[in-house]
């Protein structure tokens, strides 16, 4: 005896009924996850992963990272800012450019520990095994606010870690050293 060609056994997890069940979970819970799904319609992984990918087309999609949400207002307030800059560069040209000052800060380590690719040595075969400890970076840290213009540094503040920056400190700061050292260097 001899079976016949046939098309197998018929799919029995992949209905119209579970697609659409599917796609309302899915538009109640954007984070559900293709296992959830599997498990409540009792299927397996493979076909809850059909028909979230190829019968309805959805994709998994992280979410874009910002700063922080802006109001109306705050928005309108850089656009005009951004404008008042175009202006005056507009009307003064480098002069306006030569004149803006940008400061940062970052955390400085009173010692960096040398890396392993930095250590790298010639050697031959007879050579003994060089061996290369890990080490912490130094403990004490410094954060150091640094301001500069076209032509350069103008100011570098540091401060210790056990310190923080206030408002009313980097107000401080701007005025009773920033300012003598534009005048003084400018």
């Not at 009792?42 to 994709?59: C, M, V």
């Not at 910002?66 to 800012?81: D, F, G, H, S, Y």
Request: net charge neutral.
């Amino acid at each position: 005896m001899k079976d016949e060609e046939r098309a197998g056994h018929p799919s029995t997890s992949i209905t119209d009924s579970n697609v659409e069940d599917a796609r309302v979970m899915i538009l109640e819970n954007r984070r559900v996850t293709i296992d959830e799904l599997a498990n409540h319609f009792e299927i397996s992984h493979g076909s809850a992963y059909d028909i979230i990918h190829n019968r309805l087309g959805f994709r998994k999609v992280c979410a874009r990272w910002v700063p922080k949400q802006l109001t109306e207002e705050q928005k309108n307030n850089r656009v005009a800012i951004c404008q008042r800059l175009l202006d005056h560069y507009a009307n003064e040209g480098e002069a306006f450019l030569r004149r803006i000052v940008t400061g940062d800060e970052t955390w400085v380590h009173h010692f960096a520990p040398e890396s392993k690719r930095q250590s790298m040595e010639w050697k031959h075969p007879g050579s003994p095994v060089k061996k290369k400890f890990k080490s912490q970076p130094s403990a004490r840290k410094v954060i150091l606010t640094i301001f500069w213009d076209s032509q350069g540094v103008l100011l570098e503040h540091y401060l210790e870690n056990d310190t923080t920056v206030s408002s009313v400190e980097y107000s401080e700061m701007l005025s009773t050293e920033l300012k003598p050292a534009i005048r003084t260097k400018r």
